[in-house]
DNA sequence: CCGCGGATCTTCT
DNA sequence: GAAGATCCGCGGA
């Protein structure tokens, strides 16, 4: 992999996102998250994503119903909820679903392809953190801008591993967590007995 | 290797 | 006023 735009496919247009959040977060394995910043390029390999629902999912920030925090998610899909958890870190999400309907793809953990420099991007925080994204990214079009997912140039659809989500107490069985099998720069490695897998 | 606590602050009750 | 989609460092086995 390298900088070149050449490596990468086209952009992922909006109607991928307007699907049920498990399916996009399935298919955003191995896309690519490109960050244009002042005048440079980051970008990495997407490699574990969460599903977050609407009501019944009271894991997600949804389930509470619309509010200021959580319009976006209400949004027009193809755009980046940002929120900044514990204080400390801002974690990235992918809206999707269909224009009114809630639901929502985190972006856990990057494989680095370009302007990394060493960064480690294993871990919802540490991504935003080496990739430059902050809360003023919250509610930007990610299908057009600065900050946009960008298709694997071969359609191939890498081995998946299906397992529940991480650090969070409701809902905490759901199998809504997927990720790229045997990949090292997952954030933590699929626990035993709760492998699954899709070709 | 595993578990626990602290940092730090927004959102919702 | 409490909880929270995190991460790091510490202590013990």
Redesign the pocket.
């Known amino acids: 992999m390298s900088c070149s735009l050449a490596s990468w496919g086209s952009i992922l247009p909006r109607r991928f996102y307007a699907r049920p959040a498990e399916r996009v977060a399935r298919d955003l394995l191995g896309a690519f998250l490109v960050h244009h910043l002042d005048g440079t390029t980051l970008a990495g390999r997407i490699v574990e994503t969460?599903a977050?629902l609407g009501r019944e999912d009271r894991?997600?920030?949804?389930s509470?119903g619309l509010?200021?925090?959580?319009r976006v998610?209400f949004g027009p899909p193809g755009h980046a909820?940002v929120?900044?958890?514990?204080?400390?870190?801002d974690?990235l999400?992918l809206v999707a679903e269909p224009e009114g309907a809630p639901g929502?793809v985190?972006i856990?953990a990057l494989e680095p392809v370009c302007g990394l420099d060493g960064r480690?991007a294993?871990?919802?925080?540490?991504?935003t953190r080496a990739m430059g994204i902050s809360l003023r990214h919250n509610g930007q079009d990610v299908t057009g801008g600065p900050l946009v997912v960008r298709a694997p140039q071969r359609r191939q659809v890498p081995p998946i591993d299906v397992t529940p989500?991480?650090?969070?107490?409701?809902c905490a069985d759901w199998p809504l967590r997927f990720l790229v099998r045997n990949n090292p720069y997952v954030?933590r490695a699929a626990p035993a007995g709760s492998r699954a897998s899709r070709g």
Request: aromatic share 12%; net charge positive.
């Open positions: 969460e977050y894991a997600a920030h949804a509470r509010t200021d925090r959580t998610l909820y929120y900044l958890i514990y204080g400390i870190y974690c999400n929502c985190l856990r480690q294993s871990g919802p925080g540490k991504l989500r991480i650090g969070i107490t409701h954030s």
